[in-house]
């Protein structure tokens, strides 16, 4: 009898009690000896006024068996209302999200038929911070946030993935043409991981081509790594093309904690009716099995799913005349993956774990922080003004400069429009001015907190509404801020 394994089970909302009664009952015919503290989250939760969708005692069951199962729950829009998902991975340090998108051809309609392939999506930085401002009449923003040991941890993570999956290639999907800081830190700790592992391959794609070549060679790709709004895209796109979003998993992982889910949502439409896909979810519970070193129960459940797909035991997301033999209920699908227990597939690959680490995410370590010699250089101050042209707007801001700061441009929506902008250039309300130390950039540390509080005590006396003020620094003698469009 293996070791009885407590983990948190949430059964969510829509499908997501369906899903999970009909994955518990393979689990449990299975043997897989897990004692399950059920707790509720979502929608209920969220109708009780706790924006965070989320109970404390919850907390404590997460805190005390550091692993959920957990099956979609419905995210209220609007509403000062948080994504629970989001709350979850990022209160729970849970910084990779891992999703094996496969194809079963012939025996799932698809039109990949070699398709495997791993994505590892950052899941606690990005544009996911949810760090939005209005900042004007005209304009809201949203920070992207990229942090050096958060890349870092998560490209080790997909190294180690290959490495311990024997899978032979990590490529990373970047837009560091574009965002040459963000984007351009992530490409930079990819390719200083990738050279202490010689024996996997690695590459690099632009991630809209990168999300082109997926969506039309998935053969070419095996493990992709990738930040988080990216991976969250490619997933879904690489999950439907493989058959069905319903036949995905997906493992969050921390140092401390991890959570299984489907990657699909609640399918509300078709709540209640008994017709969903469990797979997703029991893809998950297979995934979350071999985290927990239950290997040897993970490839019995495993095959016998690929036996039922191969099989023609399909539900309806997935059944297709001509392939299909019979289709079936969420309930009847689980009966049939029990009635093969101890069976293998006799055409798809076999599967077989081996007692795999119990915390993969532990045995990713960061390198020691170094800290970058830093001089401030500079100041960029945002503000919100509607009085007329860009000439107009310098005309106002010049005489503000002051003795130690040279004002560098000026720049609408990031596009530069002072000195020689465009006049087809269209204009809103949200202006950026950039002012240098007056020695020169390069000569650094010419530039005060105090200069800065200067200048913008000029502005409130001079009336003008500054909404934003970002340092620029330099960090080891480079610039660690962009140049505006057309500078
Ligand atoms: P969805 O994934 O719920 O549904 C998309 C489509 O796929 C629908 O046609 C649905 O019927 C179908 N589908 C999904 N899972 C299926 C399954 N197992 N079997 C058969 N068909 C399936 O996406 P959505 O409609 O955009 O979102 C619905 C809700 O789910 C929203 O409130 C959203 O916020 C939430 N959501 C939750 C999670 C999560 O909890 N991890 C993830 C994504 C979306």
Known sequence: MSEIIPITVARGDGIGPEIMDAVLFVLNEAGAGLEYDHIEIGESVYRRGVPSGIDTSAWDSLRRTQVILKAPITTPQGGGFKSLNVTLRTALGLFANVRPCVSYHPYIKTRHHNMDVVIVRENEEDLYTGIEHRQTDDVVQSIKLISRPGSERIIRYAFEYARINHRRKVTAFVKDNIMKLTDGLFHRVFDEVAAEYPEIQSDHLIVDIGAARLADTPENFDVIVTLNLYGDI??????????????????????????????????????????????????????????????????????????????????????????????????????????????????????????????????????????????????????????????????????????????????????????????????????????????????????????????????????????????????????????????
């Open 234 to 487: 490619i997933s879904d796109i690489a999950a439907q093309i493989a058959g069905s979003v319903g036949l995905a998993g997906s493992s969050n992982i921390g140092d401390h904690c991890a959570m299984f889910e489907a990657i699909h949502g609640s399918a509300p439409t078709i709540a209640g009716q008994g017709i969903a896909n469990p797979s997703g979810l029991l893809a998950a519970a297979i995934m979350m099995l071999v985290h927990l070193g239950k290997g040897d129960v993970a490839t019995v459940v495993h095959n016998a799913w690929l036996r039922t797909l191969e099989d023609g035991t399909h539900t309806a997301d997935i059944f297709s005349r001509g392939i299909s033999r019979q289709r079936v209920t969420t309930m009847a699908f689980a009966e049939a993956v029990v009635a093969r227990l101890g069976e293998r597939p006799q055409n798809l690959e076999p599967v077989g774990y081996a007692k795999a680490p119990r915390t993969v995410g532990s045995g990713v370590t960061i390198a020691p922080f170094k800290p970058a010699h830093k001089d401030l250089v500079g100041v960029d101050v945002f503000v919100h003004w509607r009085g007329g042209s860009p000439e107009a707007f310098h005309r106002l801001i010049e005489p503000l400069t002051g003795e130690r700061l040279v004002l560098d441009m000026i720049s609408n929506r990031g596009t530069k429009v002072w000195p020689g902008g465009h006049d087809e250039t269209y204009c809103t309300d949200h202006w950026r001015v950039r002012f240098l130390g007056r020695g020169g950039e390069i000569q650094g540390n010419l530039v005060t907190h105090r200069d800065i509080i200067d200048l913008l005590e000029r502005f409130q006396q001079a009336g003008i509404d500054f909404i934003e003020v970002m340092n620029l620094c330099n960090f080891d003698g480079k610039a660690g801020f962009s140049a505006a469009q057309g500078q």
